[in-house]
């Protein structure tokens, strides 16, 4: 069900609204695209692509590039508690406890991936008293130990990204596995192209961040790739685990939350050389940081999110490669892979993400 802005508007009109929480909608809601009219942003009518987002070469050219596999940190909490009638939400027609919102988002995670990049494996670190019920092809559950709880889970997934990569370099250095670049996400991205062609048109870079124009947290931690060779394994780890040390002296009180991207704003800052005022631009760029080679990719293309994020009010760019489901766009994460699995039209389905990510929903 879409319902336009407009009577939205009406809607929220009719009650009071005196210091209301915002209502939280179980369908998407269409607004206006923003970016209309420029040239190089994607331009809608209703859910319709006017232009097409430009995919690169490398969808139609797989074969020529090194394996990529993505890893992420997942883990379920509160699997044993059933949940009451209120707590369902219904996407389709499907209905989701807690539990199985959080399979659903991870699962869409995978059929964005597997569309866009089949020649990619997703490799799952989890905690491993957590059962996942999830069996796919070219997916891996890799249980690594920690403290997995909601309040150090973000400093959990650093040391899970760095006991994975210490594991990666012992098995490299007795040659039992194929040489692999990985990227490390959130779980709510979809992957709209193939991520392969950055270690091709970048070939210099050890570890690849994203960055925007903010400026207290300029990095998101949502996604971090790092070059398959055993120095980038190396330089990434070390990276990694400069940001680890940081993060436990400095930023613990913001372990719940935003931790991580502040430990690594203060690790990219600390290189007395750096000039932060790149990231004012939507340009990628290299830097030196400590020992690694650094890339660092405009969010607005890696790393895109409606409404938040850069970029954001320009609309999206025709070259956006990740889309990032961030906070309460899970419903429409959900939402727009049932659109596209019915349309197969990938700019179609990124009208519909654009007219849809202001609003909060239900998920």
């Given at each position: 069900?879409?319902?336009?802005?407009?009577?939205?508007?009406?809607?929220?009109?009719?009650?009071?609204?005196?210091?209301?929480?915002?209502?939280?909608?179980?369908?998407?809601?269409?607004?206006?695209?923003?970016?209309?009219?420029?040239?190089?942003?994607?331009?809608?009518?209703?859910?319709?692509?006017?232009?097409?987002?430009?995919?690169?070469?490398?969808?139609?050219?797989?074969?020529?590039?090194?394996?990529?596999?993505?890893?992420?940190?997942?883990?379920?909490?509160?699997?044993?508690?059933?949940?009451?009638?209120?707590?369902?939400?219904?996407?389709?027609?499907i209905s989701y406890n807690k539990v199985k919102?959080?399979?659903?988002?991870?699962?869409?995670?995978?059929?964005?991936?597997?569309?866009?990049?089949?020649?990619?494996?997703?490799?799952?670190?989890?905690?491993?008293?957590?059962?996942?019920?999830?069996?796919?092809?070219?997916?891996?559950?890799?249980?690594?130990?920690?403290?997995?709880?909601?309040?150090?889970?973000?400093?959990?997934?650093?040391?899970?990204?760095?006991?994975?990569?210490?594991?990666?370099?012992?098995?490299?250095?007795?040659?039992?596995?194929?040489?692999?670049?990985?990227?490390?996400?959130?779980?709510d991205i979809a992957v709209i192209d193939d991520?392969?062609?950055?270690?091709?048109?970048?070939?210099?870079?050890?570890?690849?961040?994203?960055?925007?124009?903010?400026?207290?947290?300029?990095?998101?931690?949502?996604?971090?790739?790092?070059?398959?060779?055993?120095?980038?394994?190396?330089?990434?780890?070390?990276?990694?685990?400069?940001?680890?040390?940081?993060?436990?002296?400095?930023?613990?009180?913001?372990?719940?939350?935003?931790?991580?991207?502040?430990?690594?704003?203060?690790?990219?800052?600390?290189?007395?050389?750096?000039?932060?005022?790149?990231?004012?631009?939507?340009?990628?760029?290299?830097?030196?940081?400590?020992?690694?080679?650094?890339?660092?990719?405009?969010?607005?293309?890696?790393?895109?999110?409606?409404?938040?994020?850069?970029?954001?009010?320009?609309?999206?760019?025709?070259?956006?490669?990740?889309?990032?489901?961030?906070?309460?766009?899970?419903?429409?994460?959900?939402?727009?892979?049932?659109?596209?699995?019915?349309s197969s039209d990938l700019s179609d389905t990124?009208?519909?993400?654009?007219?849809?990510?202001?609003?909060?929903?239900?998920?």
């Amino acid at each position: 069900m879409l319902v336009s802005v407009k009577e939205l508007h009406q809607q929220t009109n009719l009650g009071d609204v005196h210091k209301e929480k915002p209502k939280k909608f179980d369908h998407l809601i269409l607004g206006p695209a923003a970016g209309e009219g420029l040239p190089d942003r994607l331009q809608c009518q209703g859910i319709k692509a006017l232009n097409k987002i430009h995919f690169g070469m490398s969808r139609n050219n797989s074969r020529s590039i090194d394996p990529v596999a993505f890893v992420t940190v997942f883990t379920i909490y509160n699997s044993t508690v059933e949940s009451r009638p209120v707590d369902l939400v219904t996407v389709g027609n499907i209905s989701y406890n807690k539990v199985k919102r959080s399979l659903a988002i991870l699962n869409v995670f995978i059929n964005f991936i597997q569309v866009n990049m089949p020649q990619s494996k997703v490799i799952i670190l989890t905690d491993p008293a957590s059962e996942l019920p999830l069996q796919k092809d070219m997916v891996t559950i890799k249980p690594i130990q920690g403290e997995y709880s909601r309040d150090k889970l973000m400093l959990q997934r650093i040391r899970s990204y760095i006991a994975f990569l210490e594991t990666r370099l012992e098995k490299l250095s007795q040659k039992q596995e194929q040489f692999t670049h990985f990227i490390f996400t959130d779980s709510d991205i979809a992957v709209i192209d193939d991520l392969g062609q950055i270690f091709i048109d970048y070939p210099n870079f050890d570890l690849a961040l994203t960055f925007r124009n903010n400026k207290e947290q300029p990095l998101n931690s949502g996604f971090i790739a790092v070059r398959g060779t055993a120095e980038g394994i190396q330089r990434g780890k070390a990276f990694l685990q400069e940001v680890l040390k940081v993060y436990s002296s400095k930023f613990m009180k913001a372990s719940r939350m935003l931790g991580d991207q502040l430990a690594l704003a203060w690790v990219v800052r600390s290189n007395p050389n750096f000039n932060v005022r790149r990231f004012s631009r939507r340009e990628a760029f290299l830097d030196k940081i400590g020992g690694a080679s650094v890339l660092f990719l405009p969010c607005s293309s890696y790393n895109w999110t409606p409404p938040e994020g850069a970029g954001q009010f320009h609309g999206m760019p025709l070259d956006v490669k990740v889309v990032h489901f961030k906070g309460s766009r899970k419903r429409l994460m959900l939402e727009s892979w049932n659109f596209f699995s019915s349309s197969s039209d990938l700019s179609d389905t990124l009208c519909l993400i654009l007219k849809s990510g202001r609003t909060k929903y239900d998920f």
